[in-house]
């Protein structure tokens, strides 16, 4: 089994609509990441989060939310969906004593 | 700024061949260096980490070096084989509290037959 698991593995929405994407970890990681993935672009940070009660923007956050229900759990939304957005998202956790990230998988999303 | 340069962009060479990916950063003050290998679809994973003090790291065909005073790092690809395939990382953490890595835009190696 995936130590970090994403779903959806892949979404098409249109212009407008809210998706959430969501990651869980079953390594009991405190730290928990979501990036997104363009082309010619690398991984960029969205958001990050050190324990439950930890919230922090990273260099891309205009357009996201976060929510950390609980250690293992850490969803992504988009309240209003644009086509710029359409992108690979990966969750990813990290234990502090190593730093060394487990992603996930991959969230493809398309934006129409 | 913090910055990790990578370079080539992409490489393509013949099964058995080596190779050298190279990542220059500009990070300050240093922690560590990790090389992650992602596969197409697929999430990046971990396949070295360097720290100030080491020069050199292997796992199995994939050789990684640091040099500290001129703030590069290579990972050296021996005997490659089809399933190298993939793009390589190169993050560097920053020494300081939070999240702070500096993430290069990857190489993408293509090995052929």
């Known amino acids: 089994d995936a130590d970090v698991t994403q779903t959806p593995r892949n979404r098409i929405t249109k212009t407008g609509k809210r998706i959430m994407l969501e990651c869980s970890q079953t390594k009991g990681h405190d730290r928990m990441y979501w990036y997104r993935q363009d082309p010619g672009l690398g991984l960029r940070l969205i958001y990050y989060?050190?324990?439950?009660?930890?919230?922090n923007k990273g260099e891309i956050s205009d357009g996201y939310s976060v929510s950390r229900q609980a250690q293992a759990k850490f969803s992504l939304s988009l309240e209003s969906a644009i086509p710029n957005q359409t992108a690979l998202y990966f969750c990813a956790a990290s234990a502090l004593n190593t730093g060394e990230l487990f992603f996930g998988e991959g969230s493809r999303l398309t934006v129409l | 700024k913090n910055q990790v340069e990578q370079s080539p962009q992409s490489l393509i060479i013949l099964e058995g061949k080596n190779c050298t990916l190279q990542?220059?950063?500009?990070?300050?003050?240093?922690?560590?260096l990790r090389w992650y290998k992602q596969d197409t679809g697929r999430g990046p994973v971990s396949l070295t980490i360097m720290t100030f003090s080491e020069n050199t790291k292997s796992n199995g065909r994939y050789t990684a070096t640091l040099d500290a005073d001129t703030k590069q790092s290579s990972l050296h690809i021996t005997a490659s084989q089809l399933s190298d395939s993939a793009s390589y990382i190169c993050v560097v953490s920053v020494r300081q509290a939070g999240t702070a890595l500096i993430f290069g835009k990857g190489t993408t190696l293509s090995v052929s037959s």
């Open positions: 989060s050190f324990d439950v009660k930890d919230i």
């Open positions: 990542c220059n950063y500009t990070v300050s003050p240093f922690s560590n």
